[in-house]
């Protein structure tokens, strides 16, 4: 019987608490999650190592969907450049998810300690990365929560594989998807417009991973000394697609590369390019790809960028998202973005030149290193102010603002 699928009245079959300690050793907790705790877990008879992921029940509702969301879709999938599931168990108190143990490091890490770092080192990661995609997107699959830190090399030698991990958002796209989910500096513009996605965002992610691993650079940013006016640029800039290959990082970067970045970061998707599609382009498949070596410059801007413990949180998160709610002092009147009535709770259309109508907050929980969306909307009698926050395990309601013109 296909996990977790029972007949009305039939009763549960769960694992014995033993079972599980039966057969593995359970260490200490490495880290906690939003939604989980990470062990390191020996088989008692193999003494081969995994990681353990633990989800109580007793945190609600969400944390029960998100294991077994995850449980569910890797079970589906078996591919090489995929963390595998190996056992899963359920209790009547908990799930445990026991997976490959990779050992290896992440990306930005192995760059800095390379001697030698070219395009053609990007273009071995990003074919791995784009083989794992396709093969996902085949099984109508898409991953949603993309990032460099779900990127990690499967152990320490040379020639290691890249695998990802962290399939708690992933879902199969019966019909687009309007749950918006991910990391903000990863989003595409259909999720951030509240438009219906599918596997175009995973392509879009991954266009936003090479241009970061080519120039150390994040594509959308924005220095305003106010988090507010700076997120919510940020949003503005992935809305309209507004990123450059600024000089002096990208000057030795090759056309083929920047071909391919832009075929990835196209903002209709459906002109984006596919995962299949960007396989066969010439930088991932040719030898389009230059061998010069761009370590130091790159390095330069990962330490600049990334070093900060603000961007780190982004990069770290997954969001939780809130329904647009009204202002109690006039702020969406002072923008200048009226109503639309054909818009889910009447939320403002954001404005062609204005940023105000996409008045986004990104505030990073230092302890749950989660990070919460919140939007202004017109008053109106039907509030949700009283309504609990919903954790973005993809059921949450829609949030942003629509596109101007959708």
């Given at each position: 019987?296909?996990?977790?699928?029972?007949?009305?009245?039939?009763?549960?079959?769960?694992?014995?608490?033993?079972?599980?300690t039966?057969?593995?050793?359970?260490?200490?907790?490495?880290?906690?999650?939003?939604?989980?705790?990470?062990?390191?877990?020996?088989?008692?008879n193999?003494?081969k190592?995994?990681?353990?992921?633990?989800?109580?029940?007793?945190?609600?509702?969400?944390?029960?969907?998100?294991a077994?969301?995850?449980?569910?879709?890797l079970?589906?999938?078996?591919?090489?450049?995929?963390l595998q599931?190996v056992?899963?168990?359920?209790t009547?108190?908990e799930?445990?998810l026991?997976?490959?143990l990779?050992?290896?490091?992440?990306?930005?890490?192995?760059i800095?300690?390379?001697?030698?770092?070219?395009?053609r080192?990007?273009?071995n990661?990003?074919r791995?990365?784009?083989?794992?995609v396709?093969?996902?997107?085949?099984?109508?699959?898409?991953?949603?929560?993309?990032?460099?830190?779900?990127?990690?090399?499967?152990?320490?030698?040379?020639?290691?594989?890249?695998?990802?991990?962290d399939?708690?958002?992933?879902k199969?796209e019966?019909?687009?998807?309007?749950?918006p989910?991910?990391?903000?500096?990863?989003?595409?513009?259909?999720?951030?417009?509240?438009?219906?996605?599918g596997?175009?965002?995973?392509?879009?992610?991954?266009?936003?991973?090479?241009?970061?691993l080519?120039?150390?650079?994040?594509?959308?940013?924005?220095?305003a000394?106010?988090?507010?006016?700076?997120d919510?640029?940020?949003?503005?800039k992935?809305?309209?697609?507004?990123y450059?290959?600024?000089?002096?990082?990208?000057?030795?970067?090759?056309?083929?590369?920047?071909?391919?970045v832009?075929?990835?970061?196209?903002?209709?998707?459906?002109?984006?390019?596919?995962?299949?599609?960007?396989?066969?382009?010439?930088?991932?498949s040719?030898?389009?790809?230059?061998?010069?070596?761009?370590k130091d410059?790159v390095?330069?801007q990962?330490e600049?960028n990334?070093?900060?413990?603000?961007?780190?949180?982004?990069?770290?998160v997954?969001?939780?998202?809130?329904?647009?709610?009204?202002s109690?002092?006039?702020?969406?009147?002072a923008?200048?973005?009226?109503?639309?009535?054909?818009?889910?709770?009447?939320?403002?259309?954001?404005?062609?030149?204005?940023?105000?109508?996409?008045?986004?907050?990104?505030?990073?929980?230092?302890?749950?290193?989660?990070?919460?969306?919140?939007?202004?909307?017109?008053?109106?009698?039907?509030?949700q102010?009283?309504?609990?926050?919903?954790?973005?395990?993809?059921?949450?309601?829609?949030m942003?603002?629509?596109?101007?013109?959708?």
């Open positions: 019987m296909p996990f977790g699928c029972l007949t009305l009245g039939e009763k549960k079959d769960y694992n014995n608490p033993s079972e599980v039966d057969k593995y050793d359970l260490g200490q907790i490495v880290k906690s999650e939003e939604f989980c705790e990470i062990f390191r877990a020996k088989d008692r193999t003494l190592m995994y990681t353990c992921k633990k989800f109580h029940k007793k945190d609600g509702r969400k944390v029960r969907k998100a077994k969301n995850e449980i569910m879709i079970k589906m999938v078996k591919h090489h450049n995929i599931l056992d899963a168990f359920e009547k108190k799930y445990f026991f997976l490959e990779a050992t290896g490091r992440e990306v930005f890490d192995w800095l300690d390379q001697g030698y770092y070219s395009e080192d990007t273009s990661v990003m791995q990365v784009l083989e794992a396709a093969y996902l997107h085949s099984l109508k699959i898409v991953h949603r929560n993309l990032k460099l830190e779900n990127l990690v090399y499967f152990n320490r030698l040379k020639h290691s594989k890249i695998v990802i991990s399939f708690q958002l992933a199969l019966n019909g687009l998807i309007k749950d989910c991910g990391t903000p500096e990863y989003l595409a513009p259909e999720v951030v417009g509240r438009q219906r996605y596997r175009p965002v995973d392509c879009w992610a991954i266009g936003v991973i090479m241009y970061i080519l120039s150390g650079n994040p594509p959308f940013y924005d220095d000394d106010e988090d507010d006016d700076r919510k640029n940020l949003f503005l992935i809305l309209s697609g507004d450059e290959f600024d000089s002096p990082y990208w000057d030795d970067i090759s056309d083929s590369a920047k071909n391919l832009a075929s990835l970061m196209e903002v209709d998707q459906d002109q984006r390019l596919t995962a299949q599609e960007a396989i066969a382009h010439e930088w991932i040719g030898n389009a790809a230059s061998d010069k070596n761009i410059g390095c330069a990962i600049k990334f070093a900060k413990a603000k961007w780190k949180k982004a990069v770290r997954t969001t939780l998202m809130k329904r647009l709610r009204a109690e002092h006039g702020d969406s009147g923008s200048g973005a009226a109503a639309d009535p054909n818009t889910p709770g009447g939320a403002p259309a954001p404005p062609a030149a204005s940023g105000d109508g996409v008045a986004a907050s990104i505030k990073a929980a230092p302890d749950t290193q989660t990070t919460t969306i919140s939007a202004l909307s017109p008053p109106s009698a039907a509030r102010d009283d309504q609990p926050q919903a954790r973005c395990n993809g059921d949450v309601p829609q942003l603002p629509p596109r101007k013109g959708d």
